[in-house]
């Protein structure tokens, strides 16, 4: 079983910057990828970036493509979103995700944290 807590969230004035962090934990387990997602209240959760565990390859949504940058701390099974000129579209419940593998099976599964709300506003 893998836990995940996210950090960071809260007001964030438009066109400043965010960062958010998420800490995995628990044991026997070997993380293929962690990433992160949104959602607003009555709509479909939307992709917002990913980083591979091993060669650190990255993806990102389209609308944060540009202005967004995916990290991971490997050492802290750690990983950090930071976003540049935050927008009001920009305000969502930001979700951690990571896709394990249990080690000692070829078993993947995929993890979320309890989310952490950001709200881009003045």
């Known amino acids: 079983q893998v836990q995940l807590v996210e950090s960071g969230g809260g007001l964030v004035q438009p066109g400043g910057s965010l960062r958010l962090s998420c800490a995995a934990s628990?044991?026997?387990?070997?993380?293929?990828?962690m990433g992160w997602y949104r959602q607003a209240p009555g709509t479909q959760r939307e992709f917002v970036a990913v980083?591979?565990?091993?060669?650190?390859?990255?993806h990102y949504g389209d609308s944060v493509k540009g202005r967004s940058t995916i990290s991971r701390d490997h050492a802290k099974n750690t990983v950090h979103l930071e976003m540049n000129r935050p927008i009001p579209k920009d305000t969502d419940v930001y979700y951690c995700?990571?896709?394990?593998?249990?080690?000692?099976?070829?078993?993947?599964?995929?993890?979320w944290g309890q989310g952490t709300p950001v709200t881009v506003s003045s």
């Open positions: 980083i591979t565990s091993s060669g650190g390859m990255t």
């Open positions: 628990g044991s026997n387990f070997s993380i293929t990828s």
């Open positions: 995700n990571a896709v394990a593998v249990l080690i000692g099976t070829m078993r993947l599964s995929t993890y």
